[in-house]
């Protein structure tokens, strides 16, 4: 099958896209990444997004209204990829969208008397199916909260089948808003997986950089802004602090936990240690690298040995995380998951191709160690293209 895998995540830059022909069932699954790309959002929505995300209230018509809206563009998006992949949409057999998410409580908290965990992604795979005449699969996270998983994360399948290796240990590093790690130990049964979100990456340091430059500039690319601060051993300590690096996984966050009154807490202790903006941005940059040590060495090293750690995301093409990264953890090889077949930006929406398929074959595609569910579950609903006349 050729299945187009659509993702924005927390950070809501755009929308990743990846084609992948996908054949075979696992363990003898097989797939190739034929082309991936990336359409920006537009400007006023990629503001909304942020909005909702952040918990601005909305009214149910605002929230309905945006999900068919993001259907329209994820399908635009999706129209746009095959021509610049120059495959006809025809061609195309299936397609998975992630959605955006806009609420995630991965562990139960009470609502209306009784404890409740829940997810929303929206972006309507109905209207995607409508545009773009190809079966879309969406909403892949709630059967696994359904059967009291977290929903998340994902990804760990697609890690599990791309990087399984006999002898050697390996974990998978994605650098998106937030940083999330897959543990797969040297010839791991599925059941051996487990992953979780280590905490903030490009979110904070985006958010940061927008604050700095009154939204001038979105992102410090290549790190050249986080390079000329200067570094503050008792800033960096404070935010390292952070109780929800001690937290035990499975584990996971985002924009509800690190979003504005966070980025407000770290610009207030900037202010304190006397920081400028780009100390602060360094210190930013050094968290999201301290923190996956850290998580490393508290909660896997001790029980799994690694050889290697490959690195997807935008955040991958960040020099100075990788460089404090490589330096913390000698012994291990660090490498970027193109080395791997599937390149740092392709890296999650070439997963949502994957467990696309496998919902389309009705096949599990949870890790259960990794989201917590009782048990195996088929991820997705599926929305059919309309019949061709
Ligand atoms: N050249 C670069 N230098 C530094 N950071 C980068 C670079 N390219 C991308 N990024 C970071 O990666 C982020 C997007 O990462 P992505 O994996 O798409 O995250 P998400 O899954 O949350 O959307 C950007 O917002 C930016 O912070
Ligand atoms: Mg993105």
Redesign the pocket.
Known sequence: MLVLGL????????I?AALARISGAPPKLKTKLLGHT?VKFPTALRKEILHVAEGRLITANELSQLNFRLGEVFADAALEACARFRVSRSRVDLVGSHGQTVFHQGRPAFFFGRKMASTLQIGEPAVIAARTGITTVGDFRPADMALGGQGAPLVPYADYLLYRHAKLGRVSL?????ANITIIPAAAKPSQIFAFDTGPA??L??ALVTHFTRGRQ??????KTAMTGRGIPALLDELMRDPYFRQKPPKSTGREYYGDAYVKKVLALGERHRAKPADVIRAATFLTALSVVDALCSFVLPKVKIHQLIV????A???LILAQIEAALPGIEVLPSSRFGVPE?AK?AFAFALLAYEAFHQRAANLPSATGARGPAILGKISYAPPRG
Do not use: Q, V
């Open positions: 993702m924005s995540g927390t950070s809501a830059d755009g990743d990336s994605n650098l998106g808003g937030i490009n979110m340091i985006d979105r992102y410090d690319k290549d790190a997807s995301g935008g955040g093409r960040n020099p930006d999650e």
